[in-house]
Structures are given as structure tokens and as C-alpha cells.
């Protein structure tokens, strides 16, 4: 969390920081999260795709071609990056919980809400979404 002076109460600053990250992601960019497929992410997104690509690519089974591969690696970036911004522009804070409690290796994270919309920290924090667990 961004420290916002150092004579501000825990409380009122995440308030603070809440209102600023939504002022901000509308500063930003009102319709970014809308912009599923925006051309201008292609070139930004190119040297990603390639570094992953180099570690994905041994695992990936033949009958799919390199062109829909890099379309496919494009496609989660670009997921991601929306995701990412939607979140940066809720009032809430969110963390992704990586901890497996039952053992095994955590697929997907946990998605838990850290700050409510009114900018009050959550104690605990509420789950949004379950971890997916892989069986061993």
C-alpha cells in the first residue's frame, strides 16, 4: 500500500488510497478494462509472448501451429493486463492467494478482498474466488 504522509491513522489512509487508485484508473484511461483487443498491445506485448513461448513451447503438443500458439499466449496476456487494470480501478483491494491448506499445488490462487469499496480494511478478508488445487 502507498504511504500516503506519515502523521495519517492506518484507516484514513487506506480510505485515501482506495478514492486514489479509482480516480486514478479513470485518469488513466476511462474505457481501458472495456479494450479487450486493442491493437497497441501487440507490439507491447510482443517480447513477452517470445520469452514465454521459449519456455512453453517444448511442452506443447505438436498438431497446434506456432502462429495460433503466439495468438493464444497473446490472448492471456491481454486477459491478464485487463484483469490487472480492473482491479487496480476498484475502490477495494484485492490479493491472490497462492497457499494451499490441504496440501498440493495451487493452480489457480485464491482471489481475496483486503479492502472493502468503502476503503475499511477487511478483517479477515473476504473470499471472492476458491483456490483450484491440482492432484498429485
Same mark, same amino acid.
Given at each position: 500500500?502507498?504511504?500516503?504522509?506519515?502523521?495519517?491513522?492506518?484507516?484514513?489512509?487506506?480510505?485515501?488510497?482506495?478514492?486514489?487508485?479509482?480516480?486514478?484508473?479513470?485518469?488513466?484511461?476511462?474505457?481501458?478494462?472495456?479494450?479487450?483487443?486493442?491493437?497497441?498491445?501487440?507490439?507491447?506485448?510482443?517480447?513477452?509472448?517470445? $520469452?514465454?513461448?521459449?519456455?512453453?513451447?517444448?511442452?506443447?503438443?505438436?498438431?497446434?501451429?506456432?502462429?495460433?500458439?503466439?495468438?493464444?499466449?497473446?490472448?492471456?496476456?491481454?486477459?491478464?493486463?485487463?484483469?490487472?487494470?480492473?482491479?487496480?480501478?476498484?475502490?477495494?483491494?484485492?490479493?491472490?492467494?497462492?497457499?494451499?491448506?490441504?496440501?498440493?499445488?495451487?493452480?489457480?490462487?485464491?482471489?481475496?478482498?483486503?479492502?472493502?469499496?468503502?476503503?475499511?480494511?477487511?478483517?479477515?478478508?473476504?473470499?471472492?474466488? $476458491?483456490? $483450484?488445487?491440482?492432484?498429485?
Amino acid at each position: 500500500m502507498v504511504r500516503v504522509r506519515a502523521n495519517v491513522d492506518p484507516p484514513a489512509q487506506a480510505i485515501l488510497y482506495s478514492k486514489w487508485k479509482a480516480l486514478t484508473a479513470t485518469l488513466i484511461d476511462p474505457k481501458a478494462g472495456n479494450n479487450v483487443h486493442d491493437p497497441s498491445r501487440a507490439h507491447t506485448f510482443a517480447g513477452i509472448t517470445a $520469452e514465454l513461448d521459449s519456455i512453453l513451447g517444448p511442452f506443447v503438443q505438436r498438431p497446434l501451429n506456432d502462429e495460433q500458439r503466439q495468438k493464444n499466449l497473446d490472448m492471456i496476456l491481454t486477459r491478464s493486463a485487463n484483469l490487472a487494470f480492473l482491479l487496480f480501478a476498484q475502490p477495494g483491494s484485492f490479493q491472490f492467494e497462492f497457499a494451499s491448506r490441504r496440501g498440493g499445488l495451487v493452480a489457480f490462487p485464491a482471489l481475496l478482498q483486503t479492502v472493502g469499496d468503502d476503503g475499511r480494511v477487511l478483517s479477515p478478508p473476504r473470499g471472492l474466488t $476458491e483456490a $483450484e488445487i491440482a492432484a498429485l
